[in-house]
């Protein structure tokens, strides 16, 4: 079974500044989908960016982007120049075949004025 | 651009009650998934539907159930309610080749 594990439980960032979340997953499957979901106090899952495991680029949505290590199975989130707006609950997620969507058990981000 | 609608949004029930959740699909995705969340977890996956036929299934209570209709909008039915179905309820959407599923605002869901 495909695990996806988040071992930062809580993460804080000065305003402006860059974080990193990280991300690990277990799978035998190839090609696959990973995705970074952010949920904030309005417990609003919204979509951050999504990493197709056959492509080799890392994929970057403004000022947020990933290094995705297909080897390592890791798939770590960079946000930059971190605004108030960026304090939620984040959460990684793996995808293989349409199927359901397996989370991790998420970071929650604190953005320091 | 057009999202996933859910209602209602907040549902008070009491302990053996039923509940209906409904979801209302991005227009042109075909495929709809259930999840649910409980306090301070992760969203866990209850059952999927691709063009009306079930697609897969989660840890879904047998005391729940759940069809996806013509129009793609999909109803999640819930029976004799326990206090520990309280939960956030999403429903998410996607087109079946691009893999990637959009989430309604979800229904929290109390029961008492």
């Known amino acids: 079974a495909q695990t996806v594990t988040q071992s930062q439980p809580e993460m804080s960032v000065q305003e402006a500044e860059t974080v990193t979340l990280s991300c690990t997953y277990d799978?035998?499957?190839?090609?696959?989908?990973l995705f970074w979901y952010k949920q904030p106090p309005s417990r609003q899952m919204i979509l951050v960016i999504r990493?197709?495991?056959?492509?080799?680029q890392n994929a970057t949505e403004n000022r947020f982007s990933v290094n995705f290590q297909k080897a390592a199975k890791s798939f770590s989130l960079k946000i930059s120049d971190s605004q108030l707006g960026d304090a939620a609950m984040y959460f990684c997620a793996y995808n293989f075949g349409n199927e359901k969507l397996t989370f991790g058990t998420g970071t929650r981000l604190t953005i320091i004025p | 651009a057009a999202g996933v609608i859910q209602s209602p949004r907040h549902l008070i029930k009491e302990k053996r009650e039923t509940a209906t959740l409904k979801c209302y699909p991005i227009p042109r995705h075909d495929t709809v998934y259930w999840y649910q969340q409980g306090p301070g977890q992760d969203p866990q996956f209850l059952i999927s539907f691709y063009e009306k036929m079930q697609s897969d299934k989660g840890s879904i209570p047998d005391r729940f159930s759940a069809q996806q209709f013509s129009d793609y909008h999909s109803e999640l039915n819930m029976s004799s309610l326990e206090l520990g179905d309280s939960a956030l309820y999403f429903c998410a959407s996607s087109l079946r080749q691009t893999e990637t599923q959009y989430f309604g605002p979800g229904t929290r869901l109390l029961v008492l």
């Open positions: 990493q197709e495991a056959y492509k080799q």
């Open positions: 799978t035998s499957e190839s090609d696959y989908y």
